[in-house]
Nanobody
Framework: QVQLVESGGGLVQAGGSLNLSCAAS????????MAWFRQVTGKEREFVAA????????FYADSVKGRFTISRDNARNTVCLQMNSLKPEDTATYYC??????????????????WGQGTQVTVSS
C-alpha cells in the first residue's frame, strides 16, 4: 500500500526558510514523478514543483522558481522541498504526490494518483 507522509511544516516569518519532507513507502518509486502541490482553503490546489525520481530533472511553478528546490534522498525514500525567501502568499497546506510515469512529468492535480495528508505552512508578514 502506497503511503506518502509529509512533515516539516510550521510557522515562519517572511524571508525565512522551511524544509518539507515526504516519506514514501509501499513500493519502489524509481519510475514515478514526485510532486508538491499547495492549497489555500477555498481555492484550487496548485502545482508547486515536481521531479522525475529516476533522472532527477526538476520543474517549478513560476511563483516559486529560484526560491524553492525539490530533491530526493534515495536511501531514505524521501522527497524534500526546500523553501527559502518565504512570502506570506506561500501560506498554504502543502501536499506530496506520486504518479508512475512513462514519459512526461504531470504538473496538474489530475495527473497524480497518490497523495499525502498535507502539512501546513504559515508565513507571517
Amino acid at each position: 500500500q502506497v503511503q506518502l507522509v509529509e512533515s516539516g511544516g510550521g510557522l515562519v516569518q517572511a524571508g525565512g526558510s522551511l524544509n518539507l519532507s515526504c516519506a514514501a513507502s509501499g513500493r519502489s518509486f524509481s519510475g514515478d514523478a514526485m510532486a508538491w502541490f499547495r492549497q489555500v482553503t477555498g481555492k484550487e490546489r496548485e502545482f508547486v514543483a515536481a521531479m522525475r525520481w529516476s533522472v532527477g530533472d526538476t520543474f517549478y511553478a513560476d511563483s516559486v522558481k529560484g526560491r524553492f528546490t525539490i530533491s530526493r534522498d534515495n536511501a531514505r525514500n524521501t522527497v524534500c522541498l526546500q523553501m527559502n525567501s518565504l512570502k506570506p502568499e506561500d501560506t498554504a497546506t502543502y501536499y506530496c504526490a506520486a504518479q508512475p510515469i512513462l514519459w512526461g512529468v504531470p504538473r496538474d492535480v489530475s495527473g497524480y494518483t497518490y497523495w499525502g495528508q498535507g502539512t501546513q505552512v504559515t508565513v507571517s508578514s
